[in-house]
């Protein structure tokens, strides 16, 4: 490497690799080229095969996308209701929809899980801009010279409703006509957590059934879909190629689609640079209580600190009472800045408190910082998700993280991070003694996903429920979920 310094610091690899391209302009996303100084390293450097693919699907996106003649075209055929297969789609475009909905962890898993799909199915991907358009007020746009935005006028009226029993729907186009998509204009995949199995069999398609016949496909999923993709075993080498370390797809397609806008990165920079930059170590404590009354929960803030001792993340306490403090010895003790991240602010305070009222055993300085609490949760609110978003970077910063178990937020900033969490057990009763033991250290860094297929791929067998995370060694159950799957 070079010793170059900026006046940053010493200089960095702001392309990532070749993650990333050239070209962009730096003052509409700061964040594209910037997230490098920020970061640490990429301890899963991308392959040269995923980055031949991306520059590949960035000139596809560029050929088809929104503005260009295909599009029109394609978006006629859509309109007309004209059937597609692959011998009439003389532009060798096809798209695929994601539909936005369900809090901001959610939609960043679907939209870098979704992205995946596009690239392995050679479709564009379009978000759904989201209610109350805020998807622009959120990520800059990731492929150059064109949009990943759905533009406003779609021909499909109240696509968003659609639901799994619409007759375009994956399972009832396999189940119901045997794979003819004869007359339909598109095809949804339905891939909500919740998703029936027949619809879940989207994660075994393969150029043998019928979904490469339809021009358009519309998919809704609130999931990480990476780990279902494993099964399918017309994808199994392709993605062995992409990705020759499996525990890093998250953090390698986050790093390449999402960058923050430039009022949420100031959030983040100007966060980081005050309170956490000088710190000697950084740890993220990323709260989620699953319980509508917003109220705090003793048993939670118990959990957190017996995890935190357990596993030394946080230093312990002693009675000092009567005891004369010691000198200031500038800069002889170690520092420490934690990042606590929650709709309530009771357990920060909490915990603040307890490093106010007494020393730490070897000195230590703890700080506690905690950007929001924003009480409650909302839906397609730009000015709340802005700081969910900032928060959620200011996460993937820290060095070390403890996230709440079953939460999307919680994965999404420990994968941006490249950070294998602490995961604190989920309870399911708050009023309850905390879970025992409180947390554990993940596999990985990947995100789990709540909504895998429990058949296999070569038997589609869709009746009975199989336990799908003893079949392939890099897929496993979720130390939070024991039906969730993870990579590792
Ligand atoms: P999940 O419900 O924990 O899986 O995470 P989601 O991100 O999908 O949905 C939770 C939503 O609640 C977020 O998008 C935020 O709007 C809000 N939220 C939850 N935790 C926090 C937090 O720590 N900070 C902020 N600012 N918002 C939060």
């Not at 693919?53 to 295909?70: D, F, I």
């Not at 016949?213 to 017309?234: C, E, H, K, S, V």
Request: hydrophobic share 35%; aromatic share 12%; net charge negative.
């Amino acid at each position: 490497g070079t010793s170059q310094t900026t006046q940053r610091g010493p200089k960095r690899d702001v392309l990532v690799g070749g993650l990333l391209v050239p070209g962009f302009d730096e003052q509409s996303c700061a964040s594209r080229y910037q997230a490098a100084y920020y970061h640490k390293n990429m301890t899963r450097p991308a392959s040269p095969y995923l980055i031949k693919r991306l520059r590949e699907q960035e000139a596809l996106q560029l050929r088809c996308g929104p503005g260009t003649e295909p599009y029109t075209r394609a978006s006629e055929r859509l309109k007309s209701g004209q059937t597609t297969n692959d011998t009439d789609d003389v532009d060798g475009c096809s798209y695929l929809v994601l539909i936005s909905y369900r809090g901001l962890g959610n939609r960043m898993l679907a939209m870098a899980s979704v992205f995946l799909y596009a690239l392995l199915t050679n479709r564009v991907l379009l978000v759904d801009t989201g209610y109350g358009n805020t998807l622009a007020d959120l990520f800059c746009e990731p492929f150059p010279g064109t949009t990943w935005a759905l533009p406003h006028y779609f021909p499909v009226e109240n696509f968003k409703e659609l639901g799994e029993d619409a007759p375009e729907s994956y399972g009832n186009v396999f189940v119901n006509r045997s794979g003819s998509v004869t007359g339909l204009r598109f095809v949804y995949l339905h891939l909500d957590h919740a998703a029936s199995p027949a619809n879940r069999l989207v994660y075994c398609d393969d150029h043998r059934e019928f979904l490469h016949r339809a021009q358009w496909a519309i998919i809704r999923t609130d999931q990480y879909m990476a780990p279902g993709l494993f099964f399918n075993p017309a994808y199994q080498e392709e993605l062995s190629r992409l990705f020759p370390k499996k525990d890093s797809v998250f953090y390698t397609l986050s790093r390449y689609l999402l960058h923050p806008t430039n009022d949420i990165w100031g959030m983040v920079t100007r966060y980081y640079n005050s309170y956490l930059r000088n710190a000697d170590e950084r740890l993220g404590i990323q709260i989620r209580v699953f319980d509508n009354s917003d109220k705090p929960f003793q048993q939670v803030l118990d959990q957190i600190l017996a995890c935190t001792s357990q596993e030394h993340l946080l230093p312990g306490v002693v009675s000092t009472s009567g005891v004369a403090p010691a000198l200031p010895t500038a800069g002889a003790s170690k520092s420490m800045a934690v990042l606590v991240t929650g709709l309530s602010s009771w357990y920060h305070d909490n915990i603040r408190e307890m490093y106010w009222k007494s020393a730490t055993i070897d000195g230590e300085v703890v700080s506690l910082y905690q950007p929001s609490h924003e009480e409650h949760q909302l839906w397609f609110h730009s000015k709340h998700d802005m700081k969910a978003l900032a928060e959620i970077y200011l996460l993937s910063l820290t060095d070390k993280i403890v996230t709440s178990g079953w939460s999307t937020f919680g994965y999404v900033g420990q994968g941006i991070g490249g950070h294998t969490p602490w995961i604190l057990f989920r309870p399911m009763n708050y009023s309850e003694p905390a879970p025992d033991p409180p947390c554990t250290k993940a596999m990985s860094m990947e995100p789990c996903s709540h909504g895998a297929p429990g058949f296999e791929c070569t038997r589609k067998d869709i009746s009975t429920n199989l336990d799908t995370g003893v079949l392939l060694p890099h897929v496993r159950p979720c130390e939070d979920m024991s039906w969730g799957l993870k990579l590792t």
